[in-house]
């Protein structure tokens, strides 16, 4: 059984009694043994492109306003 049809499964009304302990409540099995093994890292990539993305926007903005005219770049219109 997935997780999605356990959560449908459920009965929601038993979260008002204080009672209440989640004995019925069964988990997925892919859960109960801790997080996915096939995880791999994605952060260190997110960081380089995000680092060169504001390089590129920094030299940019420089580059204008050094050789070009701020008060244009500034203006909602040409």
């Known amino acids: 059984m ?3 049809e356990y959560v449908n499964k459920f ?6 009694n204080r009672e209440y302990s989640a004995q019925d409540y ?3 099995i892919e859960l109960q043994k801790g997080p ?3 995880r791999r890292c ?3 990539l997110c960081f380089l492109i995000f680092s060169a993305f504001l ?3 920094g030299w940019m903005t ?3 306003y050094v050789r070009g005219n ?3 770049m500034l203006a909602p219109i040409d």
């Open 36 to 38: 996915m093994e096939k």
């Open 70 to 72: 701020g008060k244009q």
């Open 26 to 28: 069964a988990v997925d």
């Open 2 to 4: 997935t997780g999605s």
């Open 11 to 16: 009965d929601y009304s038993n979260l008002k």
């Open 42 to 44: 994605t952060d260190c």
């Open 55 to 57: 390089v590129g926007m």
């Open 62 to 64: 420089i580059e204008g």
